[in-house]
């Protein structure tokens, strides 16, 4: 899974963004000359005086595995590290590296042909396992007890020897070295002699030493009872409840994977229109546990299965060298599933040339993009496990007024008066009572103290998401005209239970400066991270007289179907319903002010807002900077702050990018039973940096 940036998007700006996929320029010039001319030679990558410079960016542009990369450049590599007080270091490094690229073209009088190859070898790391741990630390008062009770004397039972000794208690004492430091409460017993069984007369003299005595210094013989429990029960102290918190800490787990990757591109034009045909075919890396039956009949069928193949025919006019750019966008805006690797990718497109002089994006051809995809996806199992542990922060006290009461004698001391014991007779296996006053030289010891300790008890409950890839087919389509691009999608997740869906979403970007979206998505077997969807935005952009900006929009977005937590978590945008209000300003100078508002239904049904200023900076194309704060929240969890900038330290296209932002994050646990706060607060850092070589 990636890396969650934590940067907040106002609704206006990320569906401009989103819907802006078009120009008004709708030519990709392919080669220079007009057909008829001699074709040119093969060109290579290696080739790089004059084969590169020669493609159009744009016509030579794919993607892989999320990944866009053009015919001819170099490696590339992308370092995104994670930081923060409560978290561990999460670093995601990814790199591509092509190993061979190729480009032949043919141009004929009626036909147009060329054809891209290239071998890449990617490789990136992922979550192997997330854990999430809150921890609730709350001040109690831990009750214990001390009790101590030897029982001996003549027996008076009928098979015991005469002037024998008897001990009527069994001998049971706590093992101390069992006690479990976290929750202090005993695991093991230490016994000794049973109730009735005979001991000596030197063991029964030696009880009557001062304090509580048990037998014969260093003898064999040990009776009566010696308990000592440090928790016998707590509860909650208020007059502490002051010392109340909640902690959150993430730690992360990764694993590397990669794949060696063919792409073939196959582009075709005529007089009337033009054709691509596109194949990815690729040997995903995966781990041992993850080549299932399944995963291995998709990654051997990435390499049987047929080409994309859009041939056209040659007409008696000369062939156009000038096409349409959707053709190459909407091979691009092919929807794949998110955070996935590819096996076997194959699609073909088609766009009509312009029939008439192109004025604006309006004008320009639509074009229709439709594949088929096979890869592998990520999949979770989830476990949730909760603990409690003790720990102490002040001594065990009595909570007798003298402490520790002891007493110890005979039959003269009242300590048996109108005492008994019950035994089972094993003759009649009926319960006998026992009076003491009638044991010859009774002994008795009796001891009893009641404590109360200072503590904190700490609550933790911990998820753990353990991922996996499983192979995953789909099928899309998109129709991509200049102002807008409708994207259509089905597929079905192989994992434990399939789990099939369908889904579209739609972008509109209007030349007066309107823009939409819409999305929805259905699945059979929802889970937390696949399930059913729907999701709009609608925007507005005013250019203002003195070449300012004005843009104002709201979003919606709903959880229809998502399964339900194990545990209630506070996480960030984890919401069933958001609504989101913002607008910006921008000056002609680069500067940027925004405000935005947002509603949420959270998944227990409680609804919460917040309230967002945003101030960014614009210098030029190699440096930005932005920030904002949130004044005002009742959400769970949200960044109150953040700060960042974006740098480029040469102008030069391919120049390193160095991304860095600092986030404050709160979290939200609701109150105690005493009405204290429970909040916590992260500080992170975020710092990206990407290059091509």
């Known amino acids: 899974m990636r890396l969650r940036r934590f940067t907040l998007t106002l609704s206006a700006s990320a569906l401009a963004l989103a819907a802006s996929i078009a120009s008004a320029d709708d030519k990709a010039i392919l080669v220079e000359g007009t057909a008829g001319d001699k074709a040119p030679a093969p060109l290579t990558a290696s080739d790089r005086g004059n084969g590169p410079a020669r493609v159009v960016p744009l016509t030579g542009r794919f993607v892989i595995n999320g990944e866009t990369l053009d015919y001819g450049q170099g490696p ?57 741990s809150v921890t609730r630390r709350e001040a109690v008062d831990i009750y214990g007890f001390q009790l101590d009770l030897t029982v001996t004397g003549g027996c008076f039972f009928p098979d015991s020897a005469p002037d024998s000794y008897c001990t009527y208690t069994p001998s049971v004492e706590i093992d101390p070295e069992s006690i479990d430091p976290d929750t202090l409460i005993p695991g093991a017993f230490i016994f000794g002699e049973e109730a009735g069984g005979e001991i000596s007369q030197e063991t029964h003299e030696a009880l009557k030493a001062e304090g509580f005595q048990r037998g014969v210094d260093g003898g064999e013989e040990v009776v009566g009872l010696s308990l000592a429990v440090p928790n016998s029960g707590y509860e909650s102290s208020e007059s502490r409840s002051h010392l109340n918190s909640v902690e959150r800490y993430e730690s992360v787990d990764k694993r590397a994977i990669g794949g060696l990757y063919r792409f073939s591109q196959k582009l075709s034009s005529n007089s009337e229109e033009a054709s691509l045909a596109r194949t990815t075919r690729g040997l995903v890396f995966l781990n041992a546990n993850e080549w299932t039956t399944e995963a291995a009949a998709t990654q051997l069928l990435a390499w049987i299965l047929p080409s994309a193949s859009a041939p056209l025919q040659g007409t008696d006019r000369n062939a156009r060298l000038s096409i349409g750019n959707n053709l190459f966008l909407a091979a691009n805006n092919t929807w794949l599933p998110a955070n996935s690797f590819t096996a076997y990718h194959a699609g073909v497109g088609h766009v009509e040339h312009a029939r008439k002089p192109v004025r604006s994006a309006a004008d320009t051809p639509k074009s229709i993009f439709n594949s088929f995809w096979m890869g592998f996806s990520p999949v979770r199992d989830i476990d949730t496990d909760t603990r409690v542990r003790l720990q102490t922060t002040g001594p065990r006290q009595s909570m007798l007024e003298d402490g520790y009461t002891f007493s110890q004698g005979g039959i003269d001391t009242g300590l048996a008066g109108d005492t008994a014991i ?6 009649s296996e009926r319960i006998a009572q026992l009076e003491l006053a009638n044991v010859d030289d009774l002994f008795i ?13 700490l609550y933790t409950t911990t998820e753990t998401s353990r991922y996996r890839y499983v192979p995953h087919l789909a099928f899309s389509g998109n129709v991509t005209s200049g102002t807008s691009v409708f994207r259509y999608y089905a597929g079905a997740i192989v994992g434990d239970e399939t789990n099939a869906y369908v889904g579209f979403d739609h972008s509109y970007t209007g030349l007066s400066g309107l823009s939409f979206y819409l999305r929805g998505e259905h699945y059979t077997h929802p889970d937390r991270d696949y399930f059913s969807t729907v999701e709009a935005r609608i925007s507005k952009a005013v250019q203002l007289g003195n070449g300012a900006r004005l843009s104002f929009g709201l979003s919606a977005a709903e959880e229809l179907d998502r399964a339900p937590a194990e545990q209630a978590s506070v996480t960030l945008n984890d919401n069933d319903r958001t609504f989101d209000i913002a607008m910006s300003y921008r000056t002609p100078k680069g500067l940027t002010y925004s405000l935005s508002r947002r509603l949420v239904q959270a998944e227990d049904g409680e ?12 210098a030029s194309e190699d440096w930005s900077f932005t920030s904002q704060i949130t004044p005002s929240s009742s959400e769970d969890a949200y960044i109150a702050a953040r700060m960042g900038f974006s740098w480029r330290p040469s102008g030069r296209p391919g120049a390193p990018v160095l991304g860095v932002q600092w986030a404050s994050i709160k979290y939200d646990y609701g109150e105690d039973q005493f009405g204290n706060e429970l909040r916590d607060r992260e500080d992170t850092l975020l710092v990206s940096y990407s290059m091509k070589f």
Request: charge should be negative.
């Open 76 to 132: 590339s590599l992308s370092v995104l590290s994670l930081s923060g007080s409560s978290r561990d270091w999460d670093v995601e490094i990814s790199g591509i590296h092509p190993i061979r690229q190729s480009l032949r073209e043919q141009v004929g009088s009626d036909l147009y042909l060329r054809e891209q190859t290239g071998w890449y070898f990617q490789a990136t790391n992922v979550d192997r396992r997330r854990s999430v």
């Open 607 to 618: 609804e919460d807002e917040s309230t967002s200023i945003g101030f960014s900076y614009r």
């Open 445 to 457: 010891q009796s001891g009893l103290d009641l404590t109360r300790q200072d503590a904190m008890a």
């Open 422 to 427: 019950y035994v089972v007779d094993q003759i």
